[in-house]
């Protein structure tokens, strides 16, 4: 059973930086798979934050490009998401997300190409 665990949100300031992390397991270390952070904000959509793919490729939603970058640490099984330069729109429920099915669009990185998901952390930036 597929299983991710996110941890390090937190309360920063404007300007600020975060790191999140995705503790990853259940699944087959040595094939193809994807995986993701989304957001929501109260009131509002789910949306694809940044996505990578096992062979590293990366994606990014336009309001987070040269300020967020994903990365994965596959000794660990972890993804994480490094986010600088923080603003107060960018708070959230912060959600990572893992896929296996081959030939989905992966870019943009949307809700419905996914499969498993965490829990959730919370990020709030104030102003």
């Known amino acids: 059973q597929v299983q991710l665990v996110e941890s390090g949100g937190g309360s920063v300031q404007a300007g600020g930086s975060l790191t999140l992390s995705c503790a990853a397991s259940?699944?087959?270390?040595?094939?193809?798979?994807?995986m993701a952070w989304f957001r929501q904000a109260p009131g509002k959509e789910r949306e694809g934050v940044a996505g990578?793919?096992?062979?590293?490729?990366?994606c990014y939603a336009d309001s987070v490009k040269g300020r967020f970058t994903i990365s994965k640490a596959n000794a660990k099984n972890t993804l994480y998401l490094q986010m600088n330069n923080l603003k107060p729109e960018d708070t959230a429920m912060y959600y990572c997300?893992?896929?296996?099915?081959?030939?989905?669009?992966?870019?943009?990185?949307?809700?419905?190409?996914?499969?498993?998901w965490g829990q959730g952390t919370q990020v709030a930036v104030s102003s």
């Open positions: 259940g699944y087959n270390t040595g094939g193809r798979y994807y």
């Open positions: 990578i793919v096992s062979a590293g490729t990366t």
């Open positions: 997300a893992a896929d296996f099915t081959l030939f989905r669009q992966r870019c943009p990185v949307v809700v419905n190409a996914y499969n498993y």
